[in-house]
């Protein structure tokens, strides 16, 4: 019934899969990005998951708790403020957040290329290849250490205890017995 994300057993085993002491919740081992689809999906009845990824996958869960844990602030990075200048072209941000680049670009009037990257995104303006990122950003020590800066925030992710909209009810006493131990 439950289900977690990166929080992985510490042996070797590539089972994905594994129960409790009293069998009562089995926890599925995957990946941050699909928490939400499996949930949405009802392969899960609950998931946890960073705003990040729900803004990101927009999935038809319900955001049931918050659990102030993984902090970190989505935002717009660059060499300077002046990465947004006028280039007679549409500005170039390279993400692995596709959808809340689109959306915070397009929120802002501004004509925004997106380039999808899948990891070490501060590479992509030094190396030329866009004017800026759309990040997380956690202690700010990558940032830092690549010569880049935050030039504006977008919002602040923690990471929240979905569930399925139909497990919610179905569920309901089960759900929230296990929310309450949780607070
Ligand atoms: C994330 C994010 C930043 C970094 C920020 O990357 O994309 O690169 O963490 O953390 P900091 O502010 O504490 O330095 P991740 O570690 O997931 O690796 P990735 O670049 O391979 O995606």
Redesign the pocket.
């Known amino acids: 019934m439950y289900y977690s994300s990166q929080y992985c057993c510490s042996n070797l085993s590539r089972k994905l899969f594994f129960y409790d002491s009293e069998k009562k919740y089995k926890f599925l081992i995957v990946r941050a990005q699909d928490v939400a689809t499996y949930v949405e999906y009802k392969a899960a009845d609950l998931g946890i998951a960073g705003l990040d990824v729900l803004y990101e996958h927009n999935n038809d869960v319900l955001e049931l708790f918050d659990l102030n844990i993984g902090f970190?602030t989505m935002v717009v990075a660059g060499k300077d403020k002046n990465c947004f200048a006028y280039k007679n072209r549409s500005v170039r941000v390279a993400t692995?957040f596709v959808n809340i680049a689109k959306r915070h670009f397009v929120s802002k009037g501004i004509n925004a290329e997106i380039i999808k990257l899948?990891?070490?995104?501060?590479l992509a303006p030094l190396l030329g290849i866009a004017d800026c990122i759309v990040?997380?950003?956690?202690?700010?020590?990558?940032?830092k250490e690549n010569g880049l800066k935050v030039i504006e925030p977008i919002f602040e992710s923690t990471a929240f205890i979905i569930a399925n909209k139909i497990s919610y009810y179905t569920k309901y006493d089960q759900i929230n017995s296990l929310l309450e131990a949780v607070k």
């Open positions: 970190c692995k899948y990891g070490s995104i501060e990040d997380i950003v956690s202690t700010g020590a990558t940032l």
